[in-house]
């Protein structure tokens, strides 16, 4: 199994959610992040003054998909994340030893 973690543009999400529903997955995490690459935010005016705001809205998501899938899932969620501007995202990929469904005992493969 491998763990897919994706930090895309939250207005990226809807598109990359509806892929990877079509695409027949049927679990995910998604959680609000903050943060910078080489996009390192930008600097505001509020009220006369200037502010650096270097930390910057992104969305994380998180699969657990079987090993045979994980290229195609990558693709997937680039292809659907990418406006070609800096601070698209990144994806990352880990690999999983074993997956325990809590409910039912059951482990490995069949949990995904």
């Not at 998604?30 to 200037?50: D, F, R, S, W, Y």
């Not at 502010?51 to 899932?73: F, M």
Request: neutral net charge; contains cysteine; charged residues 30%.
């Amino acid at each position: 199994m491998i763990k897919i973690e994706a930090y895309v543009r939250p207005e990226r999400l809807e598109a990359v959610k509806n892929a990877l529903g079509k695409f027949g997955i049927r679990g995910m995490t998604v959680l609000e992040a903050i943060g910078c690459g080489l996009q390192k935010g930008h600097t505001e005016m509020v009220n006369g003054h200037e502010y650096d705001l270097n930390l910057l809205p992104k969305t994380k998501i998180e699969i657990i998909v079987a090993d045979s899938l994980g290229r195609d899932v990558v693709k997937l969620i680039a292809d659907h994340a990418r406006t070609g501007k800096i601070g698209d995202g990144k994806i990352f990929t880990y690999p999983v030893a074993d997956a325990v469904r809590i409910r039912t005992g059951e482990t490995g493969d069949s949990v995904i």
